[in-house]
């Protein structure tokens, strides 16, 4: 950011954080007057012992809930169109969502549905839609996405075999997210792992985009230090409530961020290798951050050398090119440590669609925020080194 750029910064949520934070929930229900709520709940919870906690504070209030649990992850229109009938048939005024960045982007896009209509294909893109959604209370169960804070949701199309992004940075975040590490208890490793890594690449990519400002520059570095010194503690332990305090705020701070400043090449390979390949969003992030990492290096050496330093590696006597090496060392290391494999063959993935997905990468226009400028050749040699 230079002094002839005007930027602006905006977060409209409120966040609760801390163990025990869900207790809340009963006086943020008081303040939104709702009688009758849909919540969007990830299936695996429906019998634990911490969505327990939440149903009886729900009972205690006198509200009248219906509950949709039939969510996959990348979550597609179909999938929106049948939970948003149980929310009209409710009636409901309010929405809770009770799970990963899926359940919240499937709740996010209920409550734009319940106000403005339509089809969820109809809001594609940055505001398409002016009416305020449902007020949504969200509580992630992964410490990932920053769905509950961030401007976008996600929903795939499955008849064309894409990803809709549904953009509103006032509209679209929830009103309240509650960061609470009791959610996280019960999370797999692996799961804990991919997750991590995919809020740490938000806060990366988002501190070095050409749309940085000093505003967002310092929360993705408050958000880098938090995620990248605690996810192996968090991955190791779910049951180690301060690590996971840590990565859900870590991932909330990069959530408020990714939205405002766009993201890079990471999450544009990425977006290609999950639809084509079935994997899950945060293992496609994990298998390319190395190799994106390194090419994007010689567009941000100054701001690589401040990775490394939130990284925790010691830059005292490194040159600032030699700190910025270092940067994506520790990066490389972080994922060897949380045994992310190592190249996209390991995955599933093929050549034979490299081509295509290069020249999608292209079209989808990531060099309005990726720090280099990276041609259809660039991407073909990114899928190359990565497989």
């Known amino acids: 950011m230079t002094m002839n750029n005007i930027s602006s910064f905006f977060c409209p949520t409120r966040i609760y954080m801390g163990v025990g934070a869900y207790e809340k929930i009963e006086e943020i229900v008081r303040k939104l007057g709702c009688s009758k709520m849909f919540i969007a709940l990830d ?39 049948k939970a948003f009938a149980v929310c009209q048939k409710l009636g409901a005024t309010a929405s809770l969502a009770i ?9 996010k896009a209920v409550g734009i ?18 009416t305020p959604p449902l007020p949504l209370i ?45 959610a996280l208890t019960t999370l797999p490793a692996h799961v804990a792992a991919h997750s991590g890594i995919d809020a740490f690449v938000h806060a990366f990519e988002s501190f070095i985009s050409r749309q940085a400002n000093l505003m967002t520059d310092a929360i993705n570095l408050q958000a880098i230090e938090l995620l990248a010194g605690n996810i192996r503690a968090f991955v190791a332990n779910r049951q180690d409530l301060q690590a996971g305090l840590n990565m859900l705020c870590g991932s909330a701070l990069a959530g408020i961020t990714f939205g405002q ?51 925790g590696v010691r830059t005292q006597e490194l040159t600032q090119e030699q700190a ?21 063959r390991d995955v599933g993935a093929t050549q034979d669609l490299f081509d295509e997905m290069s020249e999608l990468c292209t079209q989808a226009n990531y060099n309005r925020w990726n720090p280099r400028q990276t041609t259809t050749e660039d991407f073909r040699a990114l899928f190359d080194l990565a497989y």
């Open 261 to 311: 400043t766009g993201l890079g090449n990471v999450h544009c390979m990425a977006r290609f290798v999950g639809a084509n390949f079935h994997l899950s969003h945060g293992l496609s992030n994990a298998v390319c951050l190395p190799h994106v990492a390194r090419f994007n290096l010689p567009a941000a050496v100054a701001k690589y050398a401040r990775v490394a330093r939130a990284m």
């Open 138 to 182: 969200a509580i992630p169960t992964t410490a990932g996405t920053g769905s509950e804070v961030s401007g976008s949701c996600v929903i795939s199309d499955t008849e064309k075999n894409l990803k809709m992004s549904i953009r509103h940075a006032a509209l679209n975040p929830a009103a309240y997210a509650i960061l609470d590490p009791l």
């Open 113 to 130: 549905l319940a106000t403005s209509g339509g089809r969820i294909h109809d809001y594609e893109g940055i505001e398409k839609f002016s």
């Open 324 to 344: 910025a090496l270092a940067a994506v060392d520790a990066i490389e290391q972080m994922c060897r440590d949380l045994s992310i494999p190592a190249r996209l």
């Open 99 to 107: 799970g990963g960045g899926s359940t919240i982007d499937v709740a």
């Open 43 to 81: 299936a695996a919870l429906l019998d634990s012992e911490f969505y327990g906690k939440i149903k009886k504070l729900l009972d205690q209030s006198g509200v009248e809930f219906a509950i949709y649990t039939d969510i996959e992850p990348d979550p597609s229109a179909h999938t929106v169109e």
